[in-house]
C-alpha cells in the first residue's frame, strides 16, 4: 500500500469514502495541506478517521490525499515560526518522496477574533489543538506494529561478563567503605 494515496472519491455530503469498520474521530473544515514549507495543495477538509488521515481540496472536488497511521513517524503540534510561518500539524512521513507535511487550520473570523482578544501573537489557534488531540486519539487506535527481531538486542557474552563483574567488585568495594565509616569493620591497634 502506498504510503500517500490519492483520493477522488467522496460521499454525497462531501465526506470520505471510508473502509468497512472505519469511522471519523474528527473532521475540521478549511485546512490548508503543504507537503514542503513552499507547496501548498490548498484548502480542503480535514478528516482524522480511526485508519487515516485524510484532507480532501474544497476547491477541486478530485483531489485528496490519504495517509494510513503507520506511516506517520511523528505528529506534533508545531509553533516554531522560524520553520515554518504558522502553527500546524507537522507529521514527518515514512517517505523519501514525501517526507514531511503540514496541517494548517486557516484562521476563521472566530479564531481571528480570539487571538485579538488575547493580544498573543503566538497563541494556538484553537482548532490546531483539536486537530492534534484528534491525531493522538487516531495514533492510539493504531500502535506501531512490531516487527520481527525489533527489540532483539546483539552483545558480546564476554562483554556482558566483564561489566557484570567489574560492576560486582565495584559494588563491594563501596559495602566495605560503607563498614568502615559506620565503624562495622574491625579495626587494627598497634602498640
Known amino acids: 500500500m502506498p504510503l500517500l494515496q490519492q483520493v477522488s472519491q467522496r460521499q454525497a455530503d462531501g465526506s470520505p469514502v471510508l473502509e468497512e469498520g472505519e469511522n471519523v474521530i474528527s473532521s475540521e473544515p478549511n485546512v490548508a495541506l503543504f507537503f514542503d514549507v513552499e507547496r501548498s495543495e490548498g484548502v480542503g477538509s480535514l478528516f482524522i478517521t480511526s485508519k487515516h488521515v485524510i484532507w480532501l481540496s474544497a476547491e477541486d472536488q478530485a483531489k485528496g490525499f490519504s495517509m494510513d497511521y503507520y506511516f506517520i513517524s511523528i505528529h506534533a503540534l508545531s509553533t516554531d515560526t522560524s520553520s515554518f510561518p504558522h502553527s500546524c500539524i507537522y507529521c514527518q512521513l515514512e517517505s523519501e518522496?514525501?517526507?514531511?507535511?503540514?496541517?494548517?487550520?486557516?484562521?476563521?473570523?472566530?479564531?481571528?477574533?480570539?487571538?485579538?482578544?488575547?493580544?498573543?501573537?503566538?497563541?494556538?489557534?484553537?482548532?490546531?489543538?483539536?486537530?492534534?488531540?484528534?491525531?493522538?486519539?487516531?495514533?492510539?487506535?493504531?500502535?506501531?506494529?512490531?516487527?520481527?527481531?525489533?527489540?532483539?538486542?546483539?552483545?558480546?557474552?564476554?562483554?556482558?561478563?566483564?561489566?557484570?563483574?567489574?560492576?560486582?567488585?565495584?559494588?563491594?568495594?563501596?559495602?566495605?567503605?560503607?563498614?568502615?565509616?559506620?565503624?562495622?569493620?574491625?579495626?587494627?591497634?598497634?602498640?
Open 97 to 191: 518522496e514525501t517526507p514531511e507535511a503540514r496541517l494548517v487550520p486557516q484562521q476563521t473570523d472566530h479564531c481571528t477574533y480570539f487571538l485579538m482578544i488575547l493580544s498573543i501573537t503566538n497563541i494556538l489557534c484553537p482548532s490546531v489543538q483539536s486537530i492534534y488531540n484528534a491525531f493522538c486519539d487516531g495514533a492510539i487506535l493504531n500502535p506501531d506494529l512490531e516487527e520481527e527481531g525489533e527489540g532483539d538486542f546483539f552483545f558480546n557474552a564476554e562483554e556482558v561478563e566483564r561489566g557484570l563483574r567489574e560492576s560486582n567488585t565495584a559494588s563491594d568495594a563501596m559495602e566495605t567503605d560503607e563498614k568502615f565509616l559506620n565503624g562495622d569493620e574491625d579495626e587494627e591497634v598497634e602498640n
